[in-house]
Structures are given as C-alpha cells and as structure tokens.
C-alpha cells in the first residue's frame, strides 16, 4: 500500500461553513471583489486555465462530491508525488500575500474519510472532533 503525505494551502482560519477555503477559492474570492490588479489577473486566468488542463475536477466526475448537504466540508488535497501541480502553487501563495491574505501550508497523512481519489489529489470529509 501507498502512503502519501496530503498536502494543502488554506486559510488559517474557517469560514461560516467550518471549512478552511483552499489557494483557489481565496484567489478566486479577491477576483471575485475586483481587488486583483490586472497582472494578478491574468496570472489567475493563465494558472486555472493550466490546472483544468492537467487536473481533474472532482465534481467533473463526481457533482455530489462537494455537495453542501451531503459533504458540506469536503476539502481537496493534493498528493506530496503531484510534485509539478504543487511547483505552480508559488505565484498564487504571493498574491494572497500582496493583499495580506493569510494562507498556510498543512501536511497530512491522513486528512479525514477519502471521498475522491486520483493519481494526483484526494477529497476528504475531515474526522469529526471534539
């Protein structure tokens, strides 16, 4: 058996829903609010046109996997091996930060119940706790 070792860029601290919002999604919320400068931009429309092309969407294969109801905190992680997915994630981390957008890198070896799984990335529903 495989082990991996999940890797992750996420916000610190969780939204209304509990869950940690991802690299993509906090770019995608400044874009969202116009507070990306037109180089930021074109970065974002160039890296996630890169990404579609070479990484599956989970809710392409499955639309329930992020399903509020059904998994209302499914989360993706990235394989530790998906090391040229994870190469491209540096420009992302430096606009968050030009805006003062907190995101952390977080390991694990076992996130929580996998939901999704391909070559590259898991979704997880994490454990429960407390």
């Given at each position: 058996?495989?082990?991996?070792?999940?890797?992750?860029?996420?916000s610190p601290a969780p939204n209304a829903?509990?869950?940690?919002?991802?690299?993509?999604?906090?770019?995608?919320?400044?874009?969202?609010?116009?507070?990306?400068?037109?180089?930021?931009?074109?970065?974002?429309?160039?890296?996630?046109?890169?990404?579609?092309?070479?990484?599956v969407d989970p809710s392409d294969v499955?639309?329930?996997?992020?399903?509020?109801?059904?998994?209302?905190?499914?989360?993706?992680?990235?394989?530790?091996?998906?090391?040229?997915l994870l190469e491209r994630l540096p420009?992302?981390?430096?606009?968050?930060?030009?805006?003062?957008?907190?995101?952390?890198?977080?390991?694990?070896?076992?996130?929580?119940?996998?939901?999704?799984?391909?070559?590259?990335?898991?979704?997880?529903?994490?454990?429960?706790?407390?």
């Amino acid at each position: 058996m495989i082990r991996y070792v999940y890797v992750r860029f996420q916000s610190p601290a969780p939204n209304a829903r509990g869950v940690h919002p991802g690299v993509f999604g906090l770019i995608n919320v400044l874009a969202k609010h116009g507070q990306l400068s037109p180089e930021e931009e074109r970065f974002k429309e160039e890296n996630h046109a890169w990404f579609h092309a070479n990484l599956v969407d989970p809710s392409d294969v499955d639309p329930h996997v992020y399903g509020r109801t059904l998994n209302p905190k499914a989360t993706a992680w990235f394989k530790s091996t998906a090391t040229h997915l994870l190469e491209r994630l540096p420009g992302y981390l430096a606009i968050l930060a030009a805006h003062g957008v907190a995101c952390v890198r977080v390991e694990e070896i076992d996130p929580g119940t996998v939901i999704y799984d391909d070559p590259h990335q898991v979704v997880v529903v994490p454990y429960a706790t407390g």
